[in-house]
């Protein structure tokens, strides 16, 4: 999959930082901090059920559902005080949740290196999405041939 052809959600989302001059994306992550969507009741105070995200600092907890008709939803948890851990987790569940399983599976590992973050971010947070969405792509790849 090349990146202009991107599930619309996550190039839309990708644009949105794109259009953006440098200074300016990372307060647009912060937004998307406060954006995150709640996890399930079946999954709070269960961190049990959800998969830590190792390559994260801060505590995330990221779990996938695979609905019989192949949609997928994510859900994911990240403190308040880890801002950009929180965006970059809300980026993925809002890009994600929706999506068919081989729309998942065929995002480029590189998708958080296209959002111009590049210098706004460490490369230790920015390795810390990728490990979001390569667990989340995992995750899909195990729940859809079960």
């Known amino acids: 999959m090349t990146h202009d052809a991107l ?7 990708r644009d949105e930082f794109l259009e953006l001059p440098e200074p300016e994306r990372l307060q647009l992550l912060l937004e998307y901090s406060q954006e995150l969507p709640p996890i399930p009741p079946e999954y709070d105070g269960h961190p049990e059920l959800c998969e830590r995200v190792l390559e994260c600092q801060s505590p995330v907890y990221i779990v996938l559902d695979v609905a019989a008709d192949g949609a997928v939803a994510m859900h994911a948890t990240a403190p308040p005080e880890a801002p950009t851990t929180r965006g970059f987790a809300s980026i993925l569940a809002q890009g994600l949740t ?7 599976l065929a995002v480029p590992a590189d998708y958080p290196q296209t959002l111009g973050l590049t210098r706004a971010v460490s490369p230790l947070r920015l390795a810390g999405m990728t ?3 390569l667990r989340a792509q995992r995750q899909v790849r ?5």
Not at 7 to 13: G, K, V
Not at 98 to 104: A, M, P, Y
Not at 142 to 146: M, N, V
């Open 142 to 146: 195990e729940k859809s041939t079960a």
């Open 7 to 13: 599930p619309a959600r996550l190039a839309e989302i």
């Open 131 to 133: 490990g979001m969405l």
């Open 98 to 104: 929706g999506l068919r399983v081989d729309e998942v």
